[in-house]
């Protein structure tokens, strides 16, 4: 799997993974973001969950839920290099968001429907922006505040597909 040069992701690059000085506390802080319910693993588990469900009845759709998927993993790999360079441990578990619960197969959206699935992944799209907006806000770093928000960028690209996708079934 590839998250590079795909139609799920911006083409301008992402900033250098790195960051001025270890915060252990804006490590903590990425631990939603990396593994909270609305975190990246929790896209990557639920997006596949909705390409695999999806593949035999709309290729199309299930197309794009893999493809989401991959650019998440990427995410995941760049909070986790963020966490470490800021002093954490990326563990998969939340943090002040998630009670620092670790975490569970339950955040994922198991929906059969594809309108319901697409609901669902428009929601979670919404949530991860303001969440990422946030916590680029309280994370006062030179490096790492310019990553979040190249990563915004693409969950704002992926909200904007999932609507279009759910626009086109309702048309259809």
């Not at 990246?40 to 588990?45: D, M, R």
């Not at 190249?150 to 626009?167: C, M, Q, V």
């Amino acid at each position: 799997m590839n998250h590079k040069n795909n139609d799920f992701q911006l083409n301008s690059p992402y900033p250098p993974v790195k960051v001025k000085n270890p915060n252990t506390m804006y490590a903590e802080i990425l631990m939603d973001d990396y593994a909270g319910t609305a975190g990246e693993l929790t896209a990557i588990t639920q997006y596949l969950y909705h390409h695999f469900e999806s593949e035999k009845t709309n290729p199309q759709i299930a197309k794009l839920f893999e493809g989401v998927a991959l650019v998440e993993m990427h995410h995941l790999e760049i909070l986790a290099k963020l966490i470490i360079a800021f002093g954490g441990n990326p563990t998969y578990r939340g943090s002040f968001g998630n009670n620092f619960a670790y975490w569970s197969g339950h955040y994922v959206n198991y929906s059969q429907n594809i309108r319901e699935q697409l609901i669902a992944d428009i929601h979670a799209e919404k949530t991860a922006i303001v969440n990422y907006q946030k916590h680029a806000e309280i994370i006062d770093d030179p490096y790492a505040r310019p990553v979040l928000y190249r990563i915004i960028e693409d969950e704002e690209l992926h909200l904007k597909l999932f609507k279009d996708a759910l626009k086109s079934l309702r048309e259809g």
